[in-house]
């Protein structure tokens, strides 16, 4: 049927892709039960689990490319193309339900192809075959689709989370340069403080080395008065003294005079 389809390169190359892994599941399949040990066998199921995933995905694009391409084309041939992908879900299912049944019998439980979600327990391999058996190829499709759709919905949700960190994080980014500006700032005027604080300690020191000097002069100025003082007093005092030179400039003191009082004479009559 899918080679009496008329297909676009891109709906033919998908719908090959698939078909190459649904050759490859089956031959995997073979090939498991030639296998004795358990944990070739479980490698191997893994591998089977992990072509199975990739048909998984090709059936979506397919899906897809068959909604783009629905306006383009005739009613019976999406009709057509949609009975494929049917087809091609069904195919799935079963390889499915087989890797279902292997994984009982290999006692692994750690494989798993769709994401059931927290708190959900997934069915057993008998359980899943006997569901499967009973339930008509629309009711497969179906499971199949919702399948899909629920595993859509929480690459939504993924996506939808990671955005929020995203801007969560441009936030933060924005908060932290804004901080970091407001930093440099107050640095910027910290160093400014700073160098004006050097400057009046240096203007202070500067000051007090002049008051310094000036109180040394004057009291230097001081002590020559008071030199000048004491050696006038002393020549007043002591005008004789030859120890003491006169101070240029200043006349010598007077030297002192008897006074003689002249008596007249007394005559006796």
Known sequence: MA???????????????????????????????????????????????????????LIKEFDREIKDEESRNPPELNKQLNDEKQSLI????????????????????????????????????????????????????????????????????????????????????????GQTEQMGRIVNELDTIQFSIKKASQLVKEIGRQVATDKCIMLFLFLIVCGVIAIIIVKIVNPNNKDIRDIPGLAPPAPSRRLLSVRAPVHFE
Request: contains cysteine; proline residues 1%; hydrophobic residues 35%.
């Open 3 to 57: 080679a009496e389809l008329q297909m676009t390169p891109q709906l033919e190359q998908i719908h090959g892709e698939i078909r190459d892994n649904f050759r490859a599941l089956a031959s995997g399949f073979q090939r498991l039960d030639k296998i004795k040990d358990s944990n070739r066998q479980s490698k191997q199921l893994e591998e089977l689990t992990g072509k199975m995933r990739e048909c998984k995905r």
């Open 90 to 177: 069904k195919e799935l299912n079963s390889y499915v339900a087989l890797r279902k049944t292997y994984m009982n019998t290999v006692g692994n439980k750690k494989l798993e192809l769709f994401d059931m979600g927290a708190g959900v327990s997934e069915p057993t391999a008998e359980e899943n075959v006997q569901v499967a058996s009973a339930m008509s190829n629309q009711e497969l499709i179906n499971a199949g689709m919702k399948t899909m759709d629920e595993t859509d919905q929480a690459i939504q949700r993924s996506k939808m989370v990671v955005e929020q960190t995203i801007e969560v994080g441009t936030q933060t980014a924005t908060t932290l340069k």
